[in-house]
């Protein structure tokens, strides 16, 4: 995509090598709104094992598989959260 392309409202484009890096900036500043992570195992094991990662919202589907995509990480560090 390009800046031109984009057609959301109040949207910023991130490369994605720069992701993590504009991710901790905002989370510095304070600045930083919710940010959800739909559909992406990937991104969402990447912000986790960054530390990036306050607050889990798990949906369940019932559905039965016998594998897939894991939003965990493989890396075997422990992630400490709060049911609420």
Do not use: C, Q, Y
Not at 52 to 80: C, N, Q, Y
Request: glycine share 10%; net charge negative.
């Amino acid at each position: 995509l390009k800046d031109s392309e984009l057609s959301w409202n109040n949207s910023v484009l991130i490369p994605g090598d720069e992701a993590l890096a504009h991710l901790r900036k905002l989370r510095e500043s304070g600045e930083g709104r919710d940010l959800v992570v739909t559909g992406s195992s990937e991104l969402a094991r990447t912000l986790m094992s960054e530390g990036l990662v306050d607050e889990l919202r798990l949906m369940v589907m019932p559905v039965v598989l016998g594998g897939g995509k894991s939003i965990f990480p493989d890396d075997g560090v422990k992630s400490t959260f709060e049911l609420v």
